[in-house]
């Protein structure tokens, strides 16, 4: 499986941000996918996880209320809208998967995308 992020940008805050993680093989449509993000200096964190048919979804409590991730296996892509961003939010957006049903926001994910520049000015 092959993971491509995009959609990031410079935003206001306050603004708002769909991300989209584009898979490649039919394998993704089964696959778990979560959202990291890792911001300069810090280190890499879970901002969102969905189950194999969106039926299951996690969120970090930094982001509860204010993202939302979602599936179209249709068209092996998982969304990440953002709203209501902050300077804080500022990092740069990986999407991974992997197969299996373990709690989305623990363990490892094999597969990982290239990230995505997402910019919060105050």
């Known amino acids: 499986v092959q993971l491509q992020a995009s959609g990031g940008g410079l935003v206001q805050t306050g603004g708002s941000l769909r991300l989209s993680c584009q898979g490649s093989?039919?394998?993704?449509?089964?696959?778990?996918v979560g959202w990291f993000r890792q911001a300069p200096g810090k280190e890499r964190e879970f901002v969102a996880g969905?189950?194999?048919?969106?039926?299951?979804?996690d969120y970090a409590d930094s982001v509860k209320g204010r993202f939302t991730i979602s599936r179209d296996n249709a068209k092996n892509t998982v969304y990440l809208q953002m709203n209501s961003l902050a300077p804080e939010d500022t990092a740069v957006y990986y999407c991974a998967a992997r197969p299996g049903g373990d709690p989305l926001r623990v363990g490892r994910y094999n597969h990982w995308g290239k990230g995505t520049q997402v910019t919060v000015s105050s």
């Open positions: 969905i189950s194999w048919n969106g039926g299951r979804t």
């Open positions: 093989g039919r394998a993704f449509s089964v696959y778990q």
